[in-house]
Nanobody, 122 residues
Framework: QVQLVESGGGLVQAGGSLRLSCAASGRTLSSYAIGWFRQAPGKEREFVAAISWSAGTTTYLDSVKGRFTISRDNAKNTVYLEIHSLKPEDTAIYYC???????????????WGQGTQVTVSS
């Protein structure tokens, strides 16, 4: 079993930046792809970004390309999501999860953290 803990969220002004972290315990993340998802109030959870186990391949939601960067440090068992030029519509709870596949399909992801809240004020 994998335990995932997200952190790094907060309240920021539009145009600001954040770096979210996803720390794992219980099992190494190095053999899994890791994805970040977000869920805004009243909306379904949506895919944001994912990174392959080797960090050689990444994929992003089209609307965040150029502003979001996913990376990982397998030695620290941690995956990061850097968010720049934050917009009010980025306000959501951000979650990370593991998958055996590099995918944007939520059904392919296994374990989930509790999420970290990102709130962007205009």
């Amino acid at each position: 079993q994998v335990q995932l803990v997200e952190s790094g969220g907060g309240l920021v002004q539009a145009g600001g930046s954040l770096r979210l972290s996803c720390a794992a315990s219980g099992r190494t993340l190095s053999s899994y792809a890791i994805g970040w998802f977000r869920q805004a109030p009243g909306k379904e959870r949506e895919f944001v970004a994912a990174i392959s186990w080797s960090a050689g391949t990444t994929t992003y939601l089209d609307s965040v390309k150029g502003r979001f960067t996913i990376s990982r440090d397998n030695a620290k068992n941690t995956v990061y999501l850097e968010i720049h030029s934050l917009k009010p519509e980025d306000t959501a709870i951000y979650y990370c999860s593991n998958s055996r596949f590099l995918s944007g399909k939520i059904g392919l992801y296994e374990y989930w953290g509790q999420g970290t809240q990102v709130t962007v004020s205009s």
